[in-house]
């Protein structure tokens, strides 16, 4: 049997993304290995979000090469993305999960039990029968990682995950994702917060207007950053 092909290393090179007369992406280079967690960091509109649709193959780069596992076309199958804003069905959250797993291939006489295992992952097995649309917005995020874990995804693109929930809500759905990570997932996370980039972070791609600042290890990152604008933004300066 043929082994699967892996959708990593995920290489940029030189990618540009122009849409009109506007340059969203300028010459990214960047190679983003298999591992511990990458997180994108950097200020509104910078281009975070825009990153993480091209590493999902949701948009196709203006110019330059964006390559798979050293393929430039490859089917998004292995990957799966969570955006800021959940889009929930108009069923159950159990019904959620399980037309991920149909979507994702899952024979339907696995489906119960593996809705069930994803939905005790996330801690949402009390509210299964619960209609999705009522869930609380902490509560709408995990069951959106239900659903992209549901695709057993070898890459998880997550557009600030915990962008809108409070402390103990972060904590679960960081505590989620730490554990994908720790299974072989690799994760690719755009994030706001310094903590959260200490708390998960192997690496840190820092973004400032479609270009890419930094890219280091995240303890080089928060404690030496190399450039000016990095160093400002870890003192929680406004990066502009
Ligand atoms: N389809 C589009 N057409 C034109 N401009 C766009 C389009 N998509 C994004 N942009 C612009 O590209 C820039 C980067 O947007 P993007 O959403 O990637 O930034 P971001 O870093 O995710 O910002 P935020 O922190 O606010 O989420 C912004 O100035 C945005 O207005
Ligand atoms: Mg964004």
């Known amino acids: 049997m043929r ?47 825009s990153l993480l649709r091209l590493c ?48 994702a291939g899952c024979p339907r006489r696995f489906r119960a039990a593996r809705t069930e295992d994803l939905l005790d992952r996330v801690g949402l097995l009390d509210l299964a029968a619960r209609p999705a649309r009522h869930l609380s917005g902490g509560e ?5 990682l239900a659903r992209a874990l549901a695709r057993q995804p070898e890459i998880l693109l997550l557009d600030e995950p915990t962008a809108s929930l409070d402390p103990a809500a972060t904590r679960f759905v960081e505590e989620i994702i730490v554990a994908a990570a720790q299974s072989g997932t ?26 890419v600042c930094e890219h280091a290890v995240a303890s080089d990152f928060l404690d030496r950053p190399a450039t000016r604008q990095a160093a400002a933004f870890v003192r929680g300066e406004l990066v502009l």
């Open 140 to 144: 709408q995020q995990r069951l959106a």
């Open 56 to 103: 999902m193959g949701l948009t196709v780069p203006s110019a330059g090469t964006l390559t798979w596992g050293g393929r430039t076309l490859s089917p998004k199958t292995r990957r799966a993305i969570l955006f800021q804003k959940p889009v929930m069905l108009r069923r159950s959250v159990a019904a959620n999960v399980a037309y991920g797993l149909a979507r």
């Open 186 to 211: 690799k994760v690719v996370m755009a994030s706001h917060h310094l903590g959260q980039v200490r708390r998960i972070a192997g690496d840190v791609v820092f973004l400032v207007r479609g270009r």
């Open 3 to 49: 082994a699967a092909q892996s959708d990593l290393p995920l290489v940029f090179d030189d990618v540009s993304l122009i849409v009109g007369a506007t340059t969203i992406l300028q010459r990214v280079n960047l190679t983003i290995g298999p591992h511990a967690p990458t997180v994108i960091v950097g200020p509104n509109g910078s281009g975070k979000t």
